[in-house]
């Protein structure tokens, strides 16, 4: 079995990776850790004294990406050493909608776990809209894990 856990920072992907802790993975299952890094819709090509700034902080946010889903990869490793887990990790850079669908497509997903929100939205009895798009447009099953979150 191929399962892509598509992960942001967010508590909803907190509870996503609990859940596939929790779970009695059929021997020998491979696991892909995806998180993407959506664009930052800044001009700086105006503003070159701004330059300097948005490329640090672009740094700075794929290293905290990468150290995310090394942590994850770390937590189900550990967790589940005894099924015999394949796990690899990405990140990428694009439209999350996109990146998950064409991930899993690459990847040869029979799976994608994916939190119900992640971050821009609080109304925990919404689904958002990544989750949404990735449910109907993958080429496999996709579950998505609810949480409440936002009372």
Known sequence: MKVLIAV???PYSEAVVDSA???DWPENTEVLILTVLEPIPFDC???SDMRALVEAGSQKRRQTAQELVE???DKLKKQLASRNLAVEFAVKDGSAKKEIVESAIEFGAD???IGAQGH???AHNMLGEVSRVVAATAPCSVEIIRQTVCK
């Open 71 to 73: 942590k994850i990869s």
């Open 120 to 122: 821009g939205t609080c």
């Open 8 to 10: 942001d920072d967010s």
């Open 111 to 113: 799976r994608i776990l």
């Open 21 to 23: 802790v929790k779970r």
């Open 45 to 47: 090509e105006s503003r």
